[in-house]
């Protein structure tokens, strides 16, 4: 099944165009030409329609988008997820550590677009991966995934309406009990996935606050006001405070079996249909009891 959308028009929108239409309910342009060309369709109280059709109140619009291709190299692979949360145009996954989220190089199958992949055959949904928020491949925690490429339009138009919380266990004591890190990060070197703080980088803003010591190591939550690469790890490193297990940034950390401890333990968001707002949680993993 491909994604399917049905709108009744009401009498502020009788007279509109169908074609303003579509662009009120923010389809792009390109997704409506290829609803037009691609295998989708328009369709008016059940009668095929183009985008110059004047709707009238009472009628009732259907938006049928086209399957969507998927890259030849994005494998299905069976593994079983972990699905907190799941309706006709989202997921909601509790990501394990040790699994990373798309392909790469070093893992160009073996992950959780993979395993998505393998669902979707499953569950017979003509559809792409489309990942609302990234978790590195050693980072634990709650993913959210569009099921459509609309659906994940509409839902990173704003990203900041996205909340995210995570725990993480750091080296020593930082000296506040909570605070803002608000430093630019780019990438140090062309080729190398290591980030830092750099003036010419991207803005980058990280809340925290300390939950509990740890012996010689601290519990910390985390809020993202911005999602950067490697931006919790790169951020409490520049603090002075780098993730327990974390090798990339800390080089006298010890490495751990399931690498370094950073846990997205909170998202919320509006969903883009209903406008419901949604909120999901997960506990602590045993790995950080070290």
Known sequence: MSLQLTYQISSDEQGMSLLNFLKKQEISKKAIV????????????GQHQTVRYILQEGDVLTVTFPPEKRSVGLSPYEYELDIIFEDEYLLVINKPAGIPTIPSIRHPHETLANALIH????????STIHFVNRLD???????????YRHIHH???????QIKRKYFTLVKGHPKSS?????????????GNVKRGVCESGDEAITHYRVMTFEGENTLVECELETGRTHQIRVHLAYLGHPLVGDTLYDETSITLDEGHLLHSYYVSFIHPITKREYCF??????RFKL
């Open 281 to 286: 949680q997960t506990d602590l993993p045993n």
């Open 119 to 126: 669902y979707y055959n499953e569950q017979g949904i003509h």
């Open 178 to 190: 909570f605070g803002t890190i608000k430093a630019p990060i780019a990438r140090l070197q062309e």
């Open 137 to 147: 491949r050693d980072t634990s925690g709650l993913l959210v995934v569009a099921k």
């Open 154 to 160: 509409l839902m990173t138009k704003d990203v900041k």
């Open 34 to 45: 290829a609803t037009k060309h691609r295998g989708g369709d328009l369709t008016v109280n």
